[in-house]
């Protein structure tokens, strides 16, 4: 494709008021004519701010995982996680836990959505994408004032909630290591 046929394909949208919006995408071809799938209407702020949920929650979890499990080599190329797999780890923990609101089902269920939105510019989250943010809210909130609430206002406490139940195994993890170190009463000294 030379020069020509690039200034043509900007000439043919040129008249289009492009705006900051994405070019459009071409619909699968049929009898040899090109179709276009404009992508109108694409809520670039909820998407940009659930991107950025999903990663400070995976900041978490690798710190979490870290602390857990000191004996991986989290520095090798060669044992790089996705965010799949990390949670898959986590899901021990979760299980375990003493804690009553387990993260690990909506840290699993945020890493779906953002295949989503990943892989599926136009994609548009359902009130049933959204239950599993319901529901781990609501276990930890009793209350009807979180029926109403925006998937933007739900995604921010959920990711609040998820990076605090991290940040507290964390700490206990910190603790149990530092009290493993400590000498006991009558030990020798």
């Known amino acids: 494709m ?33 179709e276009w799938k ?14 950025s949920c999903h990663l400070v929650v995976e900041h978490y979890m690798t710190v979490f995982l870290r602390a857990h499990f000191p004996e991986l080599d989290w520095e090798s190329k060669e044992a790089k996680m996705t965010f799949g797999q990390r949670a898959a780890l986590l899901t021990k923990w979760g299980a375990n836990s003493a804690y009553p609101h387990d993260p690990v089902p909506v840290i699993k269920h945020l890493n779906s959505l953002r295949n989503r939105f990943g892989h599926r510019l136009d994609y548009t989250p359902s009130e049933d994408d959204m239950l599993p943010f319901l529901h781990y809210l609501q276990s930890i909130e009793q209350g009807e004032e979180l ?17 605090a139940s991290l940040a507290l195994a964390v700490g206990e993890l910190a603790h149990e290591a530092q009290a493993q170190q400590e000498p006991t009463d009558g030990a020798a000294q």
Do not use: I, Q, R
């Open 2 to 34: 030379g020069n020509a046929h690039l200034s043509s394909f900007f000439a043919k949208f040129e008249s289009d008021d492009l705006g900051l919006g994405l070019p459009p995408m071409l619909k699968p071809t049929t009898d040899g004519k090109k």
């Open 38 to 51: 404009y992508l109108d209407g694409l809520d670039f702020e909820l998407m940009g701010y659930f991107l």
């Open 147 to 163: 029926k109403g609430m925006s998937l933007k206002e739900m995604l921010h406490l959920a990711t609040w909630g998820c990076c």
